[in-house]
């Protein structure tokens, strides 16, 4: 199994700065890796897929980077909505093996 | 624009099956991959498996003795039973569409919660 591990656990920034969350995998999944974005009490919600494409109506403050075993998410000039859950997703294998970050806390500093 | 709404018993005892239905309206559902992903409390996300609209389907194998994801076009919707249901398999359930890629859910209904309890 493909493990995720998301740092930090939780990311504490100011509104207006930038935001830096990062995924490694425990084997390279190529591109195929995507993110999302989960307020509380709400369903996830696809941010990147393909590791750096923004899926539709993202916000381009929010990008995706890198490939392989490491990946990061950038959102820039953050926002009061931006604060949330992050986690990260591969889908490398098929038959799917999918499996899931623990996820990043961002809150307001 | 297409919605995603999960229904189902909140409460399931242990030793039983769970069933969850997905109703989708604004879009027909042939032709698309379709997955149940499922939120324990307070943790992360855990992939269930995907059925494509002609029938096919793949499950995550550490639940795959366990699982079978249906199809009813007819009523446009597809099903989730989850047998032997444990404490462990509470969590909350999410339907998705999957447009990209077969197991990348673009659009997510609300979520429906089951707890396993007697």
């Known amino acids: 199994e493909i493990v995720l591990t998301q740092s930090p656990a939780t990311l504490s920034v100011s509104p207006g700065e930038r935001a830096t969350l990062s995924c490694r995998a425990s084997?390279?999944?190529?591109?195929?890796l995507a993110w999302y974005q989960q307020k509380r009490g709400q369903a996830p919600r696809l941010l990147i897929h393909g590791a750096s494409t923004r899926a539709t109506g993202v916000p381009a403050r929010f990008s995706g980077s890198g490939s392989g075993t490491e990946f990061t998410l950038t959102i820039n000039s953050l926002q009061s909505e931006d604060f949330a859950v992050y986690y990260c997703h591969q889908y490398n294998n098929w038959p799917p093996r999918d499996t899931f970050g623990q996820g990043t806390k961002l809150e307001i500093k | 624009q297409v919605q995603l709404q999960e229904s189902g018993p909140g409460l399931v005892k242990p030793s039983e099956t769970l069933s969850l239905t997905c109703t989708v309206s604004?879009?027909?559902?042939?032709?698309?991959?379709w997955s149940w992903i499922r939120q324990p409390p307070g943790k992360g996300l855990e992939w269930i498996g995907f059925?494509?609209?002609?029938?096919?389907?793949n499950y995550n194998p550490s639940l795959q003795s366990r699982v079978t994801i249906s199809e009813d076009t007819s009523k446009n919707q597809f099903s989730l039973k989850l047998t032997s249901v444990t404490a462990a398999d509470t969590a909350v359930y999410y339907c998705t569409r999957n447009t990209l890629h077969p197991t990348v859910g673009d659009v997510w209904g609300k979520g429906t919660t089951v707890t396993v309890s007697s």
């Open positions: 084997q390279s999944v190529s591109s195929n």
């Open positions: 604004g879009g027909s559902i042939s032709n698309y991959y």
């Open positions: 059925i494509y609209s002609s029938g096919g389907t």
